[in-house]
């Protein structure tokens, strides 16, 4: 029996648009967000940080 989790990992699912690139403005509304609330799982797991790595990534490639 097949299970119905999606072996890849990713979170896009059939019918929706596939995930866009992080972007420094993104990244930022993520930072103010940890900042605006300590207890929240953003602020805790360090994703802003994650988030701004991956931003600059992104920055200059299309």
Known sequence: MMSSKSSSGSSCQAGRNP???????????????GDRNQESATAQTGFAGRAQAAAANNTGKK
């Open 19 to 33: 995930p866009s690139p992080m972007t420094g403005t993104a990244a930022h509304r993520i930072q103010s967000t």
